[in-house]
């Protein structure tokens, strides 16, 4: 039957998604024994962990961006056969890592400054300053990491990146509790202790990551280690052209949200509340439509260099119509749910009431989501990125943005509407980049197909 290659499809992407969600969500909830932990001491230590991670977020997630070009590469370099060329592309993902690290960690050694200039209170300014200046000893370890992680996820080998995930969690919480409290001899740091533990959670999970490299039977054989291939820096330039856009999407879509925030702030506690509540459980749900697209990426990139332009576009076609039926239960759910996931994070009335409208917005954002951040994955594994970078900007910041300001803060063409204007521009900027990525992966498809049928080669090598 012409439909079974479809369905046969979706328990491959399946397996390879698995572990990689369940990575991210370990990685979450780093971030939340972070708070919770910090909260314990007091609402400064919490407060301060906030404002630090809203200055460390998007500039090791900038990095992370860049590095990711690494997986439709080797993925497509393994779906050709050619995996002597495998090394060189890891060694190349290393020095491009260190030279865009190196101004990140300048960038994050510096932004304490900012606070002086926001008018931030001394004590919360000096234990966010702490815990950046702490923190940033892992930043090395977490970008090197993710070159290792790339290189396993391209191989389609997505396990090591779960197991690790968890080994860091597992790290993370007896860290947290001797350094935020002092045990052991070490000194009491409240805070900023979770910022030393997060360094040496990134340490860990870099060297876990060797030494599985170097133990395990898929990846031994490629020799990454032995011996590293000095700089190459036309290679270098194509892959940080190719990781560039990749980077700065992701950070165009983070930085909204904190925008959003900020703008939010004036009209008072119950109301940033109520609408972190729905950013929160949002982002939660957003990790199943991410981890698919990145196995998607894999599948993709593997299937164009196996010369299988049919199987590339019919993976990304089920990849996409997967995820957007996930995200139709979950927004089924989210409506069904919304006042008792409210209520999991608050007793206060008014929150739980403005979460549970806002929570119904975002069950609608939820397919919109799903099919922007699907399709961008699958024009990853085309490396065609550039265009992602730019529809995520229009879409976003000269849409979404705009839109949600317009409705949420004036009364141009109704009367304000506070989160809920702001929340309606995130829908109409997800649905516009979705609509847009969907197209231009169609065009994608159609520019695949003429080099197929002119005997042109569906990839190339770095």
Avoid at 61 to 68: K, P, R, S, T
Avoid at 118 to 145: D, F, Q, R, S
Avoid at 412 to 440: D, E, K, N, Y
Wanted: charged letters at 10%; glycine letters at 8%.
């Amino acid at each position: 039957m012409v439909v079974m290659p479809y369905f046969r499809e979706i328990p491959r992407l399946l397996r390879l998604c698995g572990p990689i969600l369940v990575a991210q969500m370990a990685q979450t909830m780093m971030s939340f024994v972070d708070t919770l932990m910090a909260g314990q001491v007091s609402a400064t230590d919490l407060a301060a962990v906030a404002v630090a991670t809203s200055f460390w977020l998007p500039l090791v997630l900038l990095v992370q961006g860049v590095i990711m070009a690494l997986t439709p590469i080797i993925s497509q370099l393994n779906g050709a056969r050619r995996t002597s060329e495998v090394a060189g592309a890891v060694h190349q993902g290393f020095w491009l890592t260190i030279l865009v690290t190196l101004p990140a960690m300048l960038a994050l050694y510096y932004s304490p400054l900012a606070l002086h200039w926001m008018n931030v209170e001394p004590e919360l300014a000096h234990k966010t300053a702490g815990y950046l200046h702490a923190i940033l000893w892992g930043m090395p370890a977490y970008a090197l990491y993710q070159v290792l992680r790339n290189f396993s996820e391209g191989l389609s080998h997505t396990l090591p990146t779960m197991v690790i995930g968890f080994i860091g969690l597992a790290v993370n919480v007896p860290a947290n509790y001797i350094l935020i409290h002092g045990h052991f001899g070490f000194p009491a740091l409240g805070g900023v202790g979770c910022g030393y533990a997060s360094a040496l959670v990134f340490w860990v999970m870099l060297f876990g990551m060797i030494f599985y490299t170097r133990r395990s039977a898929v990846l031994k054989k490629f020799s990454i280690f032995s011996p590293i291939t000095p700089p190459n820096w036309s290679q270098i330039s194509r892959l940080f052209k190719l990781g560039f856009p990749i980077a700065m999407a992701i950070f165009c879509e983070v930085t909204l949200f904190t925008v959003v925030a900020l703008l939010l702030a004036p009209f008072g506690a119950e109301i940033v509340a109520g609408h972190q509540i729905a950013i929160n459980f949002s982002s939660l749900i957003f990790m199943i439509p991410l981890s698919l697209g990145m196995a998607m990426t894999i599948r993709v990139g593997h299937s164009l260099g196996e010369n299988q332009a049919e199987q590339a576009k019919r993976i990304s076609m089920v990849g996409i119509a997967l995820g957007c039926l996930i995200a139709l239960c979950c927004a089924l759910a989210t409506v069904v749910g919304r006042y008792w996931i409210g209520g999991l994070y608050t007793d206060n009335a008014k929150v739980l009431e403005l979460a549970a409208s806002l929570l119904l917005l975002a069950s609608f954002y939820q397919i919109s989501d799903s099919a922007q951040v699907i399709a961008a994955a699958a024009l990853r594994g085309y490396k065609d990125t550039q265009i992602i970078f730019y529809i995520t900007l229009v879409a976003f910041w000269l849409f979404g943005l705009p839109i949600g300001m317009v409705l949420g803060l004036t009364d141009w063409l109704m009367p304000a509407m506070g989160p809920h204007g702001f929340w309606i521009g995130f829908l109409v900027g997800l649905t516009i980049a979705a609509s847009a990525l969907l197209w231009r992966l169609k065009v994608i498809y159609g520019r695949v197909e003429n080099n197929r049928r002119a005997n042109l080669p569906l990839v190339d090598g770095m």
